[in-house]
């Protein structure tokens, strides 16, 4: 017999390129990798997941830099020469401006002291806080004619070389100035509260006495002038002078205009009291805003900013706690255990009103239903029904199924077998 080989396979042919279409590369199909998915597949996967945190991030930084190059054109900071405000000093301000004065305002002790200097007025507006002895040190070393707003004690008597003290007082009225000062001649009268005492007389001889300036008639005066050799200190005790709600009020304007506009230049220390600099060192990053020397100044409420956007951004993504899911048990349990398993519970924590409780309830739930009774009777229509049905004294049936717990293990067994005995005398009429 003669076995005809089979002719080898035709050689495949290369495609033909249809009439009217153009040849070019086939797409080559996407590399599959071992779990099935693609690198575009995972790449989608990963910005459906991060796609939230990253739009919230992006929010943030963005009104952060916002924050950073964009400032308000004023503030709320009381006697501020930016706060427009009744609480400001933006009015004084405006004004020594347009008369040449060239303002530098400041907020720390560092800043104060190298801003200021000689031919110079440094003003000092009230600490909502308090100055250190240090700091006051460094304030007073300046040079630069200095004028005290509302100063404490410690202040006045630092400034003054111990020749005032300051305490509270009031005033009933514009009083004229009552001294020979010629910034006070020329505001006249003014209501301004009196609080500065002179106690010059226990100074040593060569002190320096200070010119009072509009008295109360029992000691406090509102407006004190010392002249030391190098520079002048002006304390006013009523820091009203230079606020804008007050500053129109009778000689005001007068009296501010011309203690602060003795100098081209005039540092307007508006005080932080989270300020502790004292200018007489390098202020260390903490003092600048920094978190660190390496990063710029005004860093750290950056970071402050960060941080609790981070705390946010974990309070908006943890897990909380949802409704109850109902799951299959793992394991059948017989009814049987369950019921033992409950009554050990009870029995555990002496939960004998509970237990006589759900006994009462489910005969009566049983009964009423015998009787055909609805689920929503009441339990005189109950009771009146199982009378009815057993002949029992009525008192005997409600005592039964809605007296009151048992008080010890022997009632509730004693419940328990009363009212089994109940439920089968009554039977469907």
């Known amino acids: 017999m003669t076995v005809t080989p089979l002719p080898p396979p035709p050689a495949p042919t290369p495609p033909t390129a249809v009439a009217g279409s153009s ?187 200070p010119v009072l300036c509009w008295p109360d008639g029992l000691g406090a005066y509102a407006y004190a002038r010392l002249d030391f050799p190098d520079r002048s200190v002006t304390l006013v005790d009523d820091p009203a002078v230079i606020r804008n709600g007050t500053v129109l009020d009778e000689g005001n304007a007068a009296l501010a205009l011309r203690m602060l506009g003795q100098h081209e230049d005039l540092v307007w220390l508006v005080p932080n009291p989270m300020d502790v600099s004292t200018g007489d060192d390098e202020p260390t990053p903490a003092e600048r805003g920094q978190i660190n020397p390496m990063m710029p100044p005004g860093s750290a409420p950056v970071a402050l900013v960060v941080v609790l956007a981070a705390v946010l951004l974990a309070l908006w993504r943890v897990r909380r706690m949802g409704p109850l899911v109902v799951e299959d048990l793992p394991v059948l349990v017989r009814s049987s255990e369950a019921t033992r398993g409950r009554a050990r519970l009870y029995r555990a924590a002496r939960a004998r009103g509970h237990a006589a409780a759900g006994l009462r309830a489910s005969t009566a739930d049983r009964i009423a239903s015998r009787l055909g009774l609805a689920r929503s009777s009441d339990a005189t229509s109950v009771v009146d029904s199982v009378v009815a049905a057993t002949n029992r004294p009525s008192q005997q049936v409600a005592d039964l199924l809605y007296g009151p717990p048992p008080a010890d293990d022997a009632a509730l067994a004693e419940l328990a077998r009363r009212l089994d005995i109940l439920e089968s005398e009554v039977h469907r009429p």
């Open 23 to 209: 040849t070019g590369p086939v797409d080559e199909p996407p590399v599959v990798i071992g779990d099935d998915s693609t690198g575009r597949s995972r790449a989608a996967s990963t910005w459906r997941r991060l796609r939230w945190p990253l739009t919230v991030l992006a929010a943030i930084a963005l009104l952060v830099l916002f924050l950073a190059v964009v400032r308000p054109p004023t503030s709320a900071d009381p006697y501020a020469p930016d706060n427009p405000e009744e609480n400001g000093g933006m009015a004084v301000a405006e004004v020594l401006k347009d008369q040449g004065v060239r303002i530098t305002h400041v907020t720390t002790v560092a800043d104060a002291v190298a801003a200021a200097g000689p031919d110079s007025t440094l003003l000092v507006t009230p600490n909502p806080g308090f100055f250190a002895d240090d700091q006051i040190s460094s304030l007073n070393r300046t040079g630069a004619d200095l004028v005290v707003l509302g100063g404490d004690y410690t202040m006045v008597a630092a400034v003054s070389r111990n020749t005032l003290d300051s305490t509270y007082g009031e005033t009933d009225g514009p009083v004229p100035p009552q001294c020979d000062d010629p910034t006070a001649q020329a505001a006249g009268e003014v209501t301004l509260r009196p609080g500065l005492y002179d106690v010059s007389d226990g100074a040593d001889g060569d002190a320096v006495r």
